[in-house]
T-cell receptor, first 113, second 112 residues
Framework: EAGVAQSPRYKIIEKRQSVAFWCNPI?????LYWYQQILGQGPKLLIQ????????DSQLPKDRFSAERLKGVDSTLKIQPAKLEDSAVYLC???????????FGQGTRLTVV | GDSVTQMEGPVTLSEEAFLTINCTYT??????LFWYVQYPGEGLQLLLK?????DKGSNKGFEATYRKETTSFHLEKGSVQVSDSAVYFC???????????FGQGTELSVKP
């Protein structure tokens, strides 16, 4: 069974530029999560989708971050404009339903310079 | 709000040593508790879980017991191997949603 796919694996941008990350969850998984993992910290949820609807985006900095999951399958997370403090690993995860096991992708490491 | 606190790392052990990584939590209700592991260059993987008080999760020689009275979920292994070198994350999930709340992670390094 294919796992959660993310791209790109690495990205370096200058501050004030924009960037987008892509995630393809495990087939059939209705729930999709984006987490931000800053170096030395545990992952923090940015947004949770159930199919193509948002369940929780309470910790998403909506002035600069946006995410969509238009057809209830793959998802994109965008940052515009990026700040230095956005440097982190962005993890995508998916699960069959909200209270079932979440499977994580390898993440996208973003460096903002 | 809900939170998880882990012992700070890095933890350095010799092969075959006993491992304990402490984890305590604060949560309303009765959360499920998890240990995730992140090997170098790989994504987070579920190591073990427990969904109610006094449950013991176990996998690959690792164990953790859900202790409601002490709000703890300490990870233990009797004899670590070099291949256990990784970062370990304790997490909780409030059963009203799907969101995982993670501790800050504990890096384990096992020397031959």
């Amino acid at each position: 069974e294919a796992g959660v796919a993310q791209s790109p694996r690495y990205k370096i941008i200058e501050k004030r530029q924009s960037v987008a990350f892509w995630c393809n969850p495990i087939s059939g998984h209705a729930t999709l999560y984006w987490y931000q993992q800053i170096l030395g910290q545990g992952p923090k949820l940015l947004i949770q989708f159930q199919n193509n609807g948002v369940v929780d985006d309470s910790q998403l900095p909506k002035d600069r971050f946006s995410a969509e999951r238009l057809k209830g399958v793959d998802s994109t997370l965008k940052i515009q404009p990026a700040k230095l403090e956005d440097s982190a690993v962005y993890l995508c995860a998916s699960s069959l339903e909200p209270n079932t096991e979440a499977f994580f992708g390898q993440g996208t490491r973003l460096t903002v310079v | 709000g809900d939170s998880v606190t882990q012992m700070e790392g890095p933890v350095t052990l010799s092969e075959e040593a006993f491992l304990t990584i402490n984890c305590t939590y604060t949560a309303t209700g009765y959360p499920s508790l998890f240990w995730y592991v992140q090997y170098p260059g790989e994504g987070l993987q579920l190591l073990l879980k427990a969904t109610k008080a006094d449950d013991k999760g176990s996998n690959k020689g690792f164990e953790a017991t859900y202790r409601k009275e002490t709000t703890s979920f300490h990870l233990e292994k009797g004899s670590v191997q070099v291949s256990d070198s990784a970062v370990y994350f304790c997490a909780l999930r409030n059963n009203q949603g799907g969101k995982l709340i993670f501790g800050q992670g504990t890096e384990l390094s096992v020397k031959p």
